[in-house]
């Protein structure tokens, strides 16, 4: 790699991947010019700057109307272009109406679908025998039913169907695409308008069959791709931060995979990227991964580890590309490295201790005849001597909320402490992954992400990321999902239709 590609990746590590939110805040600082040639020389300049950019927000919304309406290639073209450069120069409020009116008044012909309804519940079904309809003399009986049919799966598409099709096949389509679904969901997490969501499940829909696995190409990404593409992987990284060039070059180097899913669409930006150490055994902490130097030779692997999987793309939230990624790299290794038998993961838990410390905080609350006591007996005693030089507490799970909510971590400090913190973390943690549910899935939102492809809970793993992160998350614990090639099917039909967590004998001896 050259000097300039270096440094071009060094400086840009140093900044924050621009947001669609973002680009439109400076796009918005932007005087547009009064259009009408006759306005009043008394009108102030908040005033002109108002009316300009009402006329702005009329002409992108005309430009979006175009786009729905016109048929002629060149003008469609036009239309496209002239509404997608429109949208990103407007405010988050005026894209928040935006698509609203795109939500409401390019929707589906209501009137028209009760109609239609109405005349296909008025038709009698022909006399005699059903298979009927399979026979010449059927066809003819059956015709009217295929006509309205018909109607009725044209008039049930919105509108706004057009609007995404055509976007999809315009060049830079697709990324608009995702850019717009972003902000959709930014405004339901405001406020759930059930117009906005309908047009959300739609495009998310459509995505999903536009970004399916055959029309992905699947890159190893290595230190000798562009600066343009390198850098997206450092600046997206979302599970352990990339410090710098040499944190960067060692996870592309020896003993060290990443793949990224790209599409023709956006080219040189992976929409989901995953890093993958090739090791002797399955790490127990992140320390091991990152920073232990040297790799091994990679003749000697006989596990591939997931250590992270990071998406670039907002817009493209609950769309799980992550499950197809996996079991493709576990493919592409299985045939490359013969002699890896092992996929695992090494795995934050990002919801445990917020679920944790909840939890801490109303046991206190309730009273003493129906109150659950995390702790058992002997660890109670024991914690209750070994923090009285860090915080005080009237109980054992009252100083136990002290130290994991304190800021400082004073308690990865003592040894003493620790060791007394260690088998309560480690049992309620295991209870966390193995027991803790919402709507009959796994509460752990990364938990859940592996679960339902196929994985099965392994192993947990104590102080296994200290940074300060790590500590905040978790208390420093990570867990190992493993990946057996030949459950895996099973694993997440029996996940998905019946919420049951497959674990080993190690981990449900915790509970």
């Known amino acids: 790699m050259n000097k300039k590609k270096a440094l071009s990746i060094l400086m840009r590590t140093r900044m924050h991947p621009p947001s669609p939110t973002t680009t439109t805040n400076k796009m918005n600082q932007m005087q547009f010019p009064p259009l009408d040639a006759d306005n009043k020389a008394s009108s102030s300049s908040s005033q002109d700057a108002s009316a300009s950019f009402h006329v702005d927000f009329a002409r992108v919304k005309e430009s979006m109307h175009n786009a729905i309406s016109m048929n002629k290639i060149e003008i469609l073209d036009a239309a496209l272009d002239d509404f997608s450069e429109g949208y990103f120069g407007l405010s988050n409020e005026n894209r928040r109406?935006?698509?609203?009116?795109?939500?409401?008044?390019?929707?589906?012909?209501?009137?028209?679908?009760?109609?239609?309804?109405?005349?296909?519940?008025?038709?009698?079904?022909?006399?005699?025998?059903?298979?009927?309809?399979?026979?010449?003399?059927?066809?003819?009986?059956?015709?009217?039913?295929?006509?309205?049919?018909?109607?009725?799966?044209?008039?049930?598409?919105?509108?706004?169907?057009?609007?995404?099709?055509?976007?999809?096949?315009?060049?830079?389509?697709?990324?608009?695409?995702?850019?717009?679904?972003?902000?959709?969901?930014?405004?339901?997490?405001?406020?759930?308008?059930?117009?906005?969501?309908?047009?959300?499940?739609?495009?998310?829909?459509?995505?999903?069959?536009?970004?399916?696995?055959?029309?992905?190409?699947?890159?190893?990404?290595?230190?000798?791709?562009?600066?343009?593409?390198?850098?997206?992987?450092?600046?997206?990284?979302?599970?352990?931060?990339?410090?710098?060039?040499?944190?960067?070059?060692?996870?592309?180097?020896?003993?060290?995979?990443?793949?990224?899913?790209?599409?023709?669409?956006?080219?040189?930006?992976?929409?989901?990227?995953?890093?993958?150490?090739?090791?002797?055994?399955?790490?127990?902490?992140?320390?091991?991964?990152?920073?232990?130097?040297?790799?091994?030779?990679?003749?000697?692997?006989?596990?591939?580890?997931?250590?992270?999987?990071?998406?670039?793309?907002?817009?493209?939230?609950?769309?799980?590309?992550?499950?197809f990624l996996i079991k493709r790299v576990i493919d592409v290794v299985r045939r490359d490295m013969p002699k890896i038998s092992t996929f695992a993961t090494l795995s934050p838990i990002p919801g445990y201790m917020q679920w944790l410390l909840a939890k801490l905080a109303s046991i206190e609350r309730c009273d003493s005849t129906f109150r659950e006591n995390l702790l058992k007996p002997e660890e109670e005693t024991a914690l209750l001597g070994a923090a009285k030089e860090y915080t005080t507490g009237k109980n054992g799970m009252e100083v136990m909320c002290n130290l994991l909510s304190s800021s400082s971590h004073d308690w990865t400090k003592s040894d003493e402490l620790s060791l007394f913190l260690k088998a309560p973390l480690m049992r309620l943690c295991a209870r966390y992954l193995l027991e803790e549910k919402k709507r009959g899935k796994a509460l752990d939102s990364v938990g859940n992400f592996h679960l339902q492809n196929g994985a099965m809970v392994g192993r947990i793993n104590w102080m296994a990321d200290r940074s300060e992160k790590g500590l905040k998350q978790s208390a420093g614990i990570m867990v190992n999902y493993i990946y057996k090639v030949e459950n895996i099917e099973e694993n997440a039909h029996s996940y998905f239709s019946e919420g049951q967590i497959q674990a080993s004998d190690e981990v449900r001896t915790y509970v």
């Open 97 to 323: 109406v935006l698509l609203l009116t795109l939500a409401t008044q390019y929707d589906l012909n209501r009137k028209q679908v009760r109609e239609l309804m109405k005349q296909y519940l008025g038709l009698d079904l022909p006399n005699g025998d059903e298979s009927v309809e399979n026979t010449h003399e059927g066809e003819g009986s059956f015709s009217s039913f295929y006509r309205i049919e018909r109607n009725l799966r044209h008039s049930l598409k919105p509108m706004y169907e057009v609007l995404f099709e055509r976007l999809n096949t315009h060049p830079g389509g697709l990324r608009f695409l995702s850019i717009m679904r972003a902000d959709i969901l930014s405004f339901l997490a405001d406020e759930n308008i059930a117009s906005i969501r309908a047009l959300d499940s739609y495009l998310k829909e459509k995505l999903i069959t536009w970004l399916s696995p055959a029309n992905l190409q699947l890159h190893n990404i290595t230190w000798d791709d562009p600066a343009s593409l390198l850098e997206k992987i450092v600046a997206y990284e979302a599970v352990h931060p990339i410090s710098n060039l040499l944190d960067l070059k060692r996870r592309l180097g020896i003993g060290r995979r990443c793949f990224g899913y790209l599409h023709p669409a956006i080219p040189e930006e992976p929409l989901i990227f995953i890093e993958v150490a090739l090791m002797k055994n399955v790490a127990q902490t992140i320390q091991e991964v990152l920073w232990d130097e040297p790799p091994m030779p990679e003749s000697e692997a006989t596990c591939a580890l997931f250590y992270s999987i990071s998406s670039t793309q907002p817009g493209l939230s609950g769309i799980n590309l992550g499950k």
